[in-house]
């Protein structure tokens, strides 16, 4: 940290309104918003010596061209898991899909040969991680670490074109050219994140994944970070799957949610249904319960009792109903069926027959 | 604030424990060559406590038997005799007593020394720790085995003095490892609440940082007994072992150089011995270290 | 007006690095009454985990002057230290690296206890650590576990049980609940109050969350780069913030509603500058909107605005 860096940071705001990604055209009208992404009845398990670990228990969801999906979900969820799935990156000793589609532009790619799936990683769909300081290698320089996703994916591309191409990303995510040949360790988390989306973004993929990105970062340079991810996303019509646990960051930043609780979607809609809907999943309700209002006076905390149910055993039927307040005796028994109100999913047996139509209060 | 339903307060404490030490027993037990070492290993030990057991110490190892020299391996005589005659199986599986008695002791000692140490220098450091291991740096400095020699040499071949040089020479080694191991440990939080408690420095180094920091030791006491037994072999080789005419397999390799060339079993048996033993030790010590590794710990 | 139960005068306490001094904590003045809560907050590097540490005298203090009850403690010889460690407790912020794992539930909780002579035999022990696990929320059952076989929020009342045995005054709390999952969170916070109003302990709630402070606290004090810049009611800070980066802290907190005055706006340009030999004056000068020149070169005293509301900044001097 020096006073180049304090140089830099005047350039950051301004160098990001300048730079442009090479290639970008104005999207076709008939293109935006046309499904990219389309995931059915996704099952993913782990098989360790010790148990049968079911993370994703039968998942859909969509995502359009432009469009920002945020997966909400706690601890063991499963989200992480959704998305190392979609780019097929689960350990292979234990992780496996037993079933389900994972479509990408009309190609399921849950079956396509490692080569194809190579040729997507990178160029159609990237991820960025939540540890920007694991996530870059130590020993190359970041002009070269940027590129070579470039060099990978443009094998007529030549290495000083690739080089050149990696400064100007720097630049569009507010890291000043000079300081392309340094190391990872020379600069912050902040930084190191900035970095690390400059490289999700170097093929200008058409989805991007970013597991909490934001979450090992201090609060205002959370702020910065998710500006950037914005901006970058608008200028770049990529669509976004945005995972998190601060429902803060949700209606920040995003277009649709999903909720997730041990390995299902229990609510989706758009970012007006969840918020300002009004009938929600209980957990739904908990989470929102949970949080610490900074607008509010809230004497003490609702918080759900009891903990997210272990993976690898799960209750039967509505694997909530041991937390409800509301369980009935048929939540104990069979998975409840989704309740469609236009774009509002929830999956509750709360709200699947009209006798018992409750509302769920926030 | 809800608790989770329990037993009435009151009760006594009778739930069952189960401990760090099984968790890394399991997971040595799934690494097949490790556990190959082991049985090995134990076999070994077996044989060698055993020993009086299958043969007569006085009539096959010591007692010479002109007649009987140099014979091949054959139904009487398991591993052949040597050139006083004398049953050579007898004189292997005795020597494997000597051979692993003196290992194990010299490392335990060493271990006890070397963690002391270790421990004092990794926790206080600064002076102490300067000044203990350049102490550790000049001991260190002097191949082992020419510090063994030289101290045998002007204390005398016995097993005593036999253990007590190896034991110095594998000193340096296991301090390092000890104080490296409570160095990085020293600043964990789980020690910082310990200072917080009020908890006094011995009992820190002994009861919270020493118990973490067993699994580096362990490898490195299991791969220093294989060097150990190694130099017990050459040391007797070379004369400077376990005084003639108690059986060694390193002393066994000596006496019969010369007429190894016509009858090879001479070499292959004791050589063979010494390959198993400190092979097998090679093998636990690295199934120790992944069982123990914290990055397994997943 | 009752004397408060820990002050702090000027305290500081720098690191030597190569490049110099890092300044982790710089002249810090707070003051926290009997059973209330001090929030500190603030982003990383600004010394807030430093200085709760220092306070406990788990970190030498580089100079000036800590009061607990009246008494400078940083004065006080080893044996006195001892003593102390029986009123000032601390929980941490990583349940998994505060506990050791090779102790059990039990050992972990008893320890306290047994280094301090609290207990005559060992059934009393027992007695006091099923005590214990019963005031946090933990049931018997998990007294011969071991703590990786548990999770994150039962592992941070295993650290609660053990600052509650000894009985302290003062806890220092050190991001306890920044760890943990958001419903895990607020069982955990209400569990912290509630233990407050039943025996009056006095906190220093460390955290990086505004949100978790204001719920938690009475008085809040805002730390940047080792100084404390904004001190006041939790109310009044949050109503009325004055300092630029109290502002800058309240306005990148992303809110959890759709409206649009709610919306992120004004988000704060720039990092955080060197802790290793800064220059004198203000810290946050490289990134304020309000900077001139006269907030670089001279220190700048906290100086009292309202009632209770201390600021550090030229623009209110």
């Known amino acids: 940290m020096s006073d180049q860096m304090n140089m830099e940071n005047k350039i950051v705001q301004e160098n990001l309104t300048d730079a442009q990604p090479a290639g970008a055209s104005a999207p076709q009208p008939e293109e935006a918003g046309k499904e990219l992404l389309r995931i059915e009845d996704l099952h993913v398990i782990y098989k360790t010596d010790e148990a049968l670990v079911k993370a994703v228990n039968g998942l859909n969801l969509s995502v359009r061209t432009g469009e920002t999906l945020a997966l909400v979900g706690e601890t063991g969820a499963g989200k992480t898991t959704t998305a190392l799935s979609i780019m097929r990156l689960l350990p292979q000793r234990t992780g496996s899909i037993p079933s389900g589609k994972v479509i990408f532009e009309g190609e399921d790619i849950r079956n396509v040969s490692d080569q194809r799936m190579r040729q997507i990683r990178g160029k159609d769909i990237s991820m960025i991680f939540q540890d920007p300081m694991s996530s870059l290698n130590p020993v190359l320089t970041i002009e070269d670490q940027i590129s070579e996703p470039l060099l990978f994916h443009n094998s007529s591309m030549k290495k000083s074109d690739a080089l050149e191409r990696a400064r100007e990303l720097l630049e569009m995510v507010g890291i000043s050219r000079e300081r392309s040949r340094e190391y990872p360790h020379q600069f912050s988390g902040g930084m190191k994140q900035r970095i690390i989306i400059a490289i999700a973004l170097a093929c200008e993929p058409k989805l991007m994944l970013a597991d909490e990105p934001t979450t090992a970062l201090d609060v205002t340079i959370q702020a910065q970070v998710l500006k950037l991810m914005k901006d970058l996303q608008d200028k770049m019509h990529m669509a976004m799957i945005m995972i998190t646990h601060d429902l803060g960051i949700v209606a920040q930043t995003c277009d649709k949610v999903a909720i997730m609780y041990a390995g299902k979607i229990i609510e989706s809609g758009t970012v007006e249904d969840i918020f300002n809907g009004e009938k929600h999943h209980p957990y739904t309700t908990g989470l929102f319960g949970s949080i610490p209002e900074i607008r509010k006076k809230t004497r003490r905390l609702h918080p759900i009792d009891g903990l997210m149910p272990d993976p690898s055993c799960l209750p039967e039927g509505c694997a909530f109903h041991p937390r409800c307040p509301y369980a009935q005796e048929r939540c104990r028994q069979t998975m409840p069926e989704p309740v469609v109100n236009d774009t509002h999913v929830v999956l509750c047996h709360l709200f699947s027959d009209k006798e018992n139509e409750t509302e769920g209060k926030k | ?298 | ?317």
Not at chain 2, 235 to 254: Q, Y
Not at chain 3, 57 to 74: C, D, M, Q, R, W
Not at chain 3, 170 to 189: M, R, Y
Not at chain 3, 208 to 227: C, R, T, W
Request: glycine residues 8%.
């Open chain 2, 1 to 298: 604030m809800k608790a989770d339903s329990g037993r009435p307060v009151g009760k006594k404490n009778v739930y069952k424990k189960e401990s760090q030490l099984s968790l890394v027993w399991k997971r040595f037990l799934k690494n097949k060559t490790a556990v190959v070492g082991l049985v090995v290993l134990i076999c070994l030990i077996l044989i060698a406590l055993s020993a009086d057991l299958i043969r007569d110490y006085n009539r096959d190892c010591i007692f010479q038997n002109p007649k009987e020299r140099l014979q091949g391996p054959s139904s009487a005589h398991w591993f052949g005799t040597d050139m006083f005659g004398r049953d050579l199986f007898a004189r292997v599986i005795f020597g494997a007593r000597n051979s692993l008695s003196i290992g194990f002791s010299a490392i335990t000692l060493a271990l006890c020394i070397g963690s002391v140490i270790g421990s004092v220098a990794g926790y206080y450091g600064g002076r102490i720790d300067n000044v203990l291991m350049r102490a550790m740096d000049i001991v260190l400095a002097i191949p082992d085995l020419l510090l063994a020699i030289i101290l045998v040499a002007v204390l005398g071949a016995s097993a005593g003095n036999l253990v007590l040089a190896l034991a110095i020479a594998e000193v340096p080694r296991t301090a390092r490892v000890v104080r490296s191991t409570v160095m990085s440990l020293r600043d964990s939080e789980y020690v910082e609440a310990a200072i917080a408690c009020g908890t006094r420095d011995k009992r820190i180094i002994f009861k919270h940082i020493l118990p973490n920091a067993i699994g580096p030791i362990i490898v490195q006491s299991t791969l220093g007994l294989a060097n150990a037994i190694l130099n017990v072999a050459f040391l007797s080789f070379i004369g400077l072992g376990v005084p003639s005419p108690a059986p060694e397999w390193g002393t066994i390799l000596s006496e019969n150089r010369q007429y190894m060339r016509n009858s090879p079993y001479l070499m292959y048996f004791p050589g063979i011995a010494i390959i198993i033993s400190v092979l097998s030790l090679n093998l636990i010590g690295d199934g120790l270290r992944d069982a123990v590794d914290p990055k397994l710990k997943n």
């Open chain 3, 1 to 317: 007006m009752t004397a408060p139960l820990i002050e702090t005068k000027d305290l500081v306490k720098y690191f030597d690095t190569p490049r110099g001094p890092l300044h982790a904590v710089d002249h810090v003045n707070i003051s926290i009454r009997k059973g209330e809560t001090l929030g500190v907050v603030g982003e990383s590097g600004c010394g807030k985990s430093t200085m709760g540490r220092t306070i406990l005298k788990l970190l030498p203090a580089t100079s000036g002057e800590v009061y607990f009850h009246g008494e400078n403690i940083l004065l006080y010889n080893k044996q006195q230290t001892y003593g102390l460690r029986e009123k000032m407790q601390i929980i941490f912020q990583d349940p998994h690296a505060s506990l050791n794992p090779r102790m059990t539930v039990s050992e972990i909780i008893a320890e306290p206890l047994l280094v301090n002579r609290r207990a005559k035999s060992k059934d009393e022990l027992e007695e006091r650590v099923f005590q214990l696990m019963e005031t946090v929320g933990l049931a018997e059952r998990f007294v011969n576990t071991y703590p990786h076989e548990l999770d994150g929020g039962r592992r941070q009342r295993i650290g609660i049980a053990r600052a509650l045995a000894l009985g302290p005054e003062f806890i220092v709390c050190d991001e306890p609940v920044s760890a943990l999952d958001v419903s895990i969170q607020a069982q955990i916070l209400n569990l912290m109050m509630d233990l407050q109003e039943a025996e009056g302990y006095t906190y220093m709630f460390i955290t990086h969350d505004l949100s978790v402070v204001k719920h938690i606290s009475n008085e809040i004090a805002v730390m940047y780069l080792g100084q404390c810049v904004e001190q006041a009611p939790s109310d009044e800070l949050f109503e009325n913030p004055l300092h630029p980066y109290t502002q800058a802290l309240l306005n990148a907190i992303p809110i959890p509603s759709l409206r649009p005055e709610d919306r992120l706006h004004d988000v704060i340009k720039g990092e955080v500058s060197d802790p290793i030999a800064p220059k004198p004056g203000c810290r946050f000068a490289n990134r304020c909107p309000f900077a001139k020149p006269e907030c670089t070169g001279e220190v700048i005293p906290l100086k009292e605005v309202s009632e209770g509301h201390f600021i550090s900044c030229r623009l209110h001097s």
